[in-house]
């Protein structure tokens, strides 16, 4: 078990260059625009720190959280790391500049950030196989250094009926919902992704 001992928000940043020192660790949250970067930040640490809203966009400058957890063993650690919100692609309500703009900021970091040890894709588990989830996809699989990973994590679990939550949990995939119980009960639960993201961070190898 995984407890989360500090979570505070650090900065924002609009680009690489105004971005805090790259000294700790990172895990980034990355996806389209509202697919639920914001929430699952505040699923996972338990706590209101991400900026999360029904309109699309609301994300817009890259967000530094400091996070130190503990696994509970013998001897146990604490780790301190760094959670990253992120913009999403494809907001589409703002000028073509702006948008450009935004989205070279976004893989300039993605590009050139040092210390991200995890990308988090999370993809919306009702819009599976967009070409725009597998485009991110495929350019973070060409970027990753062999001391990072990826995880993909299909959110809005909830939206999906039982049958088809039964069907996409048996395919192995991670799954995540702002409504706890339904995730926690039945598929795995939030530690389980708390696990994933220590071991990517720390660099241990895991199934
Ligand atoms: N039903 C349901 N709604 C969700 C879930 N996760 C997020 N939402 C809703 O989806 C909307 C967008 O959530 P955000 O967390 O702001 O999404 P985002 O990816 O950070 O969006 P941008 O910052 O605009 O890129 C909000 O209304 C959330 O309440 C979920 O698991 N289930
Ligand atoms: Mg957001």
Known sequence: MIIAKESKFVTS???LAGCPPPDMM???FLGRSNVGKSTFINTILEKNLAKSSSTPGKTQLINFFNVVWERKTENSQSIPFRFVD???FGYAK???ETKKD???NLWNFLNHRTSIKLFVHLID???IGLQSDEYVCEIIQKLLRPDQKMLSIYTKFDKLNKNEQHKLYQKGKLVASNNDKIIDKKYGGKDKIREMILDSVLG???N
Do not use: D, F
Request: hydrophobic share 40%; glycine share 4%.
């Open 204 to 206: 241990i190898e895991t």
């Open 13 to 15: 940043a609009r680009n």
């Open 125 to 127: 588990a009702r819009h």
């Open 86 to 88: 992120l913009p999403g």
């Open 26 to 28: 990172e895990v980034v």
């Open 102 to 104: 935004w989205e070279s």
């Open 94 to 96: 703002v000028s073509k």
